[in-house]
């Protein structure tokens, strides 16, 4: 009897003992054992951030797998499987964004023979080719409204179209561009746009934080293959990436990475986050059949204050060669290469003034405005007009924008005492003379007269069969030399 109350008396004790470990364990980790495997489920999924609400809404069980799924309206602990529907930041969105059109002349030449080759006498046809992109609003000023988009949407360009969401659409002109970094604005003339167009369409909201993050989700909106604005979702895959599209074209650093498609047309648009904000400018993808999900976008971030310097710069529309003012400088590039290998700053460096015979030239000696103005030889232009100028073909593009006697600001990097200090000079553009070669030009064109979009131009007048004249004298000695052999 003694042995059995003992082996009672143990099993009670172990069982307290057992007991009270159990308990202290579930209060320790707050787990329960007796937890069904469908409950702890619930952890095994991705979280999307920037969603918040309530917990417990909206949560379906998904009856095959045990899991469960949230909508976009709800933040979860890390570990939660998020459905997006974007819709709402979509809708939002839109009127911010437009398709554009650009339209670039394509000449064609054509030749008979050699001699036709060698004389000038071939054929010219011209004819119109458009391409189409996106961009973003991203300011609007009392005369005008400005687009950010691509610099490979505007650059060569011979006129460019802006749709709204309305679909109203207005010409645009140019105001800065930067083929480095693919980034460009433009604007349209407040003064041409509806009532109703001004209406409909919003700035956009832009994003300047460097917090980016591989998986944070995203949006693209854009005028995908020139169809009109479309929508594409997805995660930034990388940040800080260099990308081109093969190993022969120009890299662009510090881009972002994503694998929401960005199709043709796409570029200029937005890639946006999910409060909404313009996060990049979309520029391409890598377009290979063995890749997929390997787009770019241009962050915020890293060219903003080139948007803004192109916001304030003056916007580009054509003025006749007439009109247009001049510097009266010689000039040569620093470029990037030559500026790190010595030390230089990059830019314009001026070689020679307009009012001095240049060695080696044939230009007339006129009155130089920029000697005027206090710039000296070995200068180095920077900025014209607040705008950056990095060769001398990209300065002497830019002054053409601008009419005689127009007071302009130019900024120069000055050595002194073996360093480099900047300098600002304001200077009153000359006049310039049209030469005998732009006059020629200028009428060569009004005779072509190209009719619009049917690909056919007038032809410059020729002699029959398209041949030279007989009095021309080495066609004709040609001609007398192939006769001795016949």
Known sequence: MKNV??????ALLFG?????????????????LGKSQAQTEETT???????????????QADTETGSTIDTVNRMEPAGTLVAMDVSDIVEEAMPSIVAITNTTIIKQYGYNSIWDYYNGRGQVQEYEQQASGSGVIIKETADELLIATNNHMVEGTESIAVTFCDSETVE????????DNDIAVIAVKMEDLKAETKAAIKVAVLHTERNLKPGQYVIVIGNSLGLGQTVTAGVISAVDRDASADSNEKAFDGVIQTDAAINGGNSGGALLNTKGEVIG????????????GVCFSIPI????????????????VAIPDKDQGRLGIYMNTVSAEQSQALNLPQGVIIVGFSDEKMAGTDYEVEYSPAREAGLQKNDIITKFDGQTVKDANALAELVKYYEAGTMVDVT????????????????????????????????QDEEKAPEKNDGKSEEKPQDKDNKPSDSDDMYQKFKEFLEQYR
């Open 5 to 10: 109350l003992k082996i009672i008396a143990g």
């Open 16 to 32: 307290v003992i057992a007991g009270g470990v159990i308990f202290g364990i579930t209060k320790l980790t707050g787990t329960s």
């Open 45 to 59: 999924a991705v979280q999307v951030p920037e969603t918040q609400v309530q917990a417990g809404e909206n949560t």
């Open 172 to 179: 645009a002109y140019v105001k800065g561009s930067d083929a």
């Open 281 to 292: 400018i979309n520029m391409g993808k890598y377009a290979r059949t063995d890749i997929e």
């Open 301 to 316: 971030y890293k060219v903003i204050d080139l948007i803004e310097e192109f916001s304030n710069a003056k916007t580009k």
């Open 412 to 443: 120069v990097q000055r050595i002194n005492k073996g360093e480099y200090e900047e300098k600002v000079f304001t200077i009153k553009l000359a006049p310039r003379k049209v030469t005998e070669t732009e006059e020629k030009d200028e009428k």
